[in-house]
């Protein structure tokens, strides 16, 4: 959000000069709540930990201990302990129908009024009329999502009208490089079924 709007600020026809009372928040030391701490929870763990981040994580099931040692991750049996203690939550899981709308009024309020809340999962992850609530009475201090519900968002959604919130069009893996891995990935697996070899990727029902 910091960088987004000093960007419109540098740009700007309007601008003058740089007001020097205009501050970010700090990363560095800044405690990270990440929810869903699978494949990709666990990356963003690791490249949080180069910012020397305290890296809180709730998932249905804990991981090693030596995989929590590698990044200093703690976890949080009780998503509300993570909320309460985190200055930026991350959504980092699938959605399914336990975690639809998963952070809704209750939980937003349980976050610091500091806090920013991350969402690069799914968009019904998140309850958005009660995020907007939350945005527009500062219950919390921002919002960063990669994904909506739907998407994109209406042209008239609330959302698109607060400067607390920043929203891209779910690009996480909108890099030549993702989509070519991703296409040759899925190559793969159907080679693997036309030759009756076991699925590298293959997805099990639950």
Wanted: proline letters at 5%.
């Amino acid at each position: 959000l910091y960088f987004h709007a000093g960007c419109h600020i540098a740009m700007s026809p309007d601008t003058k000069y740089f007001a020097v009372d205009w501050l970010g928040v700090e990363v560095t030391r800044a405690t990270l709540g990440i929810i869903g701490m699978g494949s990709i929870g666990y990356k963003v763990a690791q490249r949080a930990r180069a910012f020397n981040m305290r890296i809180l994580y709730h998932n249905r099931n804990q991981r090693r201990r030596e995989e929590e040692e590698a990044v200093g991750a703690h976890y949080c049996a009780k998503m509300e302990d993570l909320l309460q203690q985190s200055d930026f939550v991350m959504l980092v899981v699938n959605l399914t129908p336990e975690t639809h709308k998963l952070i809704g009024k209750k939980e937003l309020g349980l976050m610091k009024p500091t806090a920013t809340l991350i969402n690069i999962s799914r968009g019904a992850v998140v309850d958005q009329d009660a995020l907007v609530e939350a945005l527009q009475n500062k219950v919390i201090r921002a919002a960063a999502l990669d994904v909506t519900y739907p998407e994109p968002l209406p042209r008239d959604h609330p959302l698109l009208n607060l400067n607390n919130v920043i929203i891209t069009p779910h690009i996480g893996t909108a890099t030549v490089q993702a989509i070519r891995m991703m296409a040759e990935e899925a190559i793969a697996n159907i080679l693997a079924v036309l030759n009756d070899q076991p699925i590298p990727s293959e997805v099990f029902p639950k």
